[in-house]
């Protein structure tokens, strides 16, 4: 600090200044009166900004906000559908088998054409896509909604239109996802994946609640038509955007395998794929719910319909209170913690009989899967090239949609083998294992850095 300012330091010979000498009479003023405190308010929005979703992709980008307005409203409709689907395939058949169909008619075009969709997003406009897509969905609901008015009663028609929505969805939900680069800059991408993980939660929370209420009072009709109309914000969303061909350069079609082949070639990608479907195999227990409401809590269906429920609440608080995320830079170590974090709740899980301690691990499950959701959507953005994004967003729902029904078939096999409790405690150390192994054999994954990220 200097030592020849004015104020520090008297000419020679000469007393030293008195306070009131030193400063002006509006200084002392000043002083004399204590700084005041920084009002309750301003506290609260500190916390709320590094506690709560980060809101500015909302915003400060139109384009993104239409999109995820249309997106959670679909959202809401497609979970209200599938509950709707589901009760009229039984109210029509009375077997779970059929009702069990349902799952079987969606997945094959999830997987087919999740990858082809993930293809054709990286060679086509993929608004267009998204226009295609959320047009679809919409006919197809509303071809629902006709026939349980005209009281057809044929299953076929469900099937066939759960297949279809299948078809759709797959189609465009790559090259939404795509887009969301497009739309929002770099920084902003873990904020709005939290908020696409918002989204989804609430259809998946919201939705099912609403349908039930409304096929309650007016029956399945009354779903599929709300659904329909649902479809008119993602519609409107997506013809406001401009035209979203990929960028880079594009030679004839876009091959499926020529994205599994980049997949193979780049380790972090593959690495964060590999920890998702460790983490959906061998920690999934929702096939076990109904044996676990009656064997461990002594529940009925009120509470298999609970513990579903669990993992998504969860998910939405861990969502709604992700403005940390945009601060952590090695992603790669965060979505490795996560999946830890997820096996462990299961684990644990799977020891405890007390209903209200089962739903809260339940739910700190669902709140480490969005974390690691967040992160790894982010990772795929950023780190993969925009020709690629289509593809590997085509793979990303494979998985979503594949390793979870392998997941139901890993913990009904291992507990008609031994017993639901040591399916669920072992599906759960299983994944930690995985992952610790996974660590071992990529270590530059834990290195993963968002400021200088390398697929």
Wanted: with cysteine; hydrophobic share 55%; aromatic share 8%.
């Amino acid at each position: 600090m200097s030592t020849n300012h004015p104020a520090n330091s008297a000419p020679a010979g000469d007393a030293p200044p008195t306070p009131s000498d030193a400063l002006p009479s509006s200084a002392i003023a000043t002083a004399a009166v204590p700084p005041a405190a920084a009002p309750p308010t301003a506290w609260y929005r500190r916390f709320a900004r590094s506690a709560f979703a980060d809101l500015s992709p909302l915003r400060e980008n139109a384009d993104y906000r239409r999109v995820w307005f249309g997106q959670s409203v679909s959202s809401v409709g497609q979970q209200m559908t599938a509950v709707a689907v589901s009760v009229q395939v039984y109210d029509l058949t009375r077997s779970t088998f059929a009702t069990g169909l349902v799952g079987l008619f969606s997945l094959v075009p999830l997987v087919a054409f999740g990858l082809y969709g993930g293809a054709i997003a990286d060679t086509a406009d993929r608004r267009r896509l998204g226009l295609i897509g959320a047009a679809g969905l919409a006919v197809v609901s509303a071809v629902l909604a006709a026939q349980a008015l005209a009281g057809l009663g044929l299953v076929a028609i469900l099937y066939a239109a759960v297949a279809l929505q299948a078809g759709f969805f797959a189609l465009a939900s790559p090259a939404r996802s795509a887009m969301i680069p497009r739309l929002v800059p770099a920084h902003q991408l873990p904020a709005a994946n939290a908020l696409n993980t918002v989204s989804m939660n609430l259809g998946l929370t919201v939705g099912p609640m609403l349908g039930g209420v409304l096929i309650g009072v007016y029956g399945v009709q009354a779903a599929y038509l709300v659904d329909t109309v649902a479809f008119a914000a993602t519609i409107y969303a997506m013809w406001r955007l401009p035209a979203m061909l990929p960028l880079g350069e594009r030679k004839g079609r876009a091959s499926v395998l020529d994205g599994l082949r980049f997949l193979r070639e780049q380790p972090n990608l593959r690495t964060s794929f590999l920890a998702d479907l460790a983490a959906m195999i061998f920690g999934m227990p929702r096939a076990l719910f109904p044996a676990l409401a009656v064997t461990f809590y002594g529940g009925d269906a009120r509470t298999v319909g609970l513990l579903a429920a669990a993992p998504a609440v969860g998910a939405l608080a861990g969502a709604l209170f992700s403005g940390w995320v945009g601060r952590v830079h090695r992603q790669g170590a965060a979505v490795l913690a996560a999946v830890i974090a997820w096996g462990l709740a299961i684990a644990a899980f799977g020891l405890v009989r007390n209903l209200w301690l089962g739903l809260l691990l339940l739910a700190a499950a669902g709140c480490a899967d969005t974390i690691s959701m967040i992160f790894r959507n982010t990772m795929m953005q950023v780190a993969a090239p925009d020709e690629m994004r289509g593809r590997l967003q085509g793979v990303f729902i494979v998985i979503v949609a594949g390793g979870p029904r392998l997941g139901d078939f890993e913990s009904g096999a291992v507990a008609s083998l031994t017993s639901p409790a040591v399916s669920v405690v072992s599906g759960g150390l299983a994944c930690v294992a995985a992952i610790l192994l996974l660590a071992a054999r990529r270590p530059a994954f834990l290195r993963y850095d968002a400021r200088h990220p390398t697929p």
